[in-house]
């Protein structure tokens, strides 16, 4: 299975057999150019695989069947077919698969994570910014428009006001308060404001587990400072009766790779 995630400064592509990897390779990932984008994931695809067949891709942005409308995080807020573009580059040699990244996150951890066996729950990746998936009953709620679980754009007030500018175009949103584009590094606010986002969706969506995924995960849960900040701000938010929902950390390599390259059903 190969396997795409394209990230807010990193584009990460991956062969896997058996849910491990044996080959992989990571570009910088361009930005505010669609032309360019298309380039580096067809150059970073065959630098793992000469003859691919199918390819999933997964990208930190709105998608529905192919088509990809804003990638915020990247400085692209079109609407284009990323689908059709990488296989016109692929001359139609490869079937290509698109889906958010938190979607193949939540997909990969279902399948080969701490999530396996579990059908209801909440996944949340953090990095450049925040993306979200929700699972009920063992499928993916993907919403109307497959914009379920954008939780990066709940909007927060903060000492009255509505902080910075997010990629979306609006302010507030969770993901400036607490994700890589917007802060320097995870100090207290950011904590509280992270666990205060976690007890919203654990409020809205009662899930079995929350698990947490992507780059700056670690930072918020693998610090026992940080971790004793986010679950104080958690529990102090949380509704008594979802107040011991589990949130766990992600222990797969690559998950969100893993489950873009699950989208290929090979």
Known sequence: MLGVDVGGTKIHCALFKLGKIVKQKTVSTPKKNVKKLVEKIVSVLKGVSQNPKAIGIGVPGFVSHGTVTGLPNIGIMGRFNLKRM???????????????????????????????????????????????????GGKLHRGRDNLAGEFGHMKFIKNGKQGKKCGCGEKGCWETYCAGRWIKKVDVDACKMFGLGLANIANAFNPDMIVLGGSMALAYLGQPKNRRLVMKSFERNALVMVKNTPIRLSRLNHPCTLGAALLTGN
């Open 86 to 136: 990488v296989e016109k580059e692929t001359k139609g040699n490869v079937k290509v698969s698109i889906d958010n990244d938190a979607k193949c996150f939540a997909l990969a951890e279902s399948r080969h994570g701490v999530l396996t066996g579990t059908n209801t729950f909440v996944a949340v990746t953090v990095g450049t910014g925040i993306g979200g998936a929700i699972v009920i």
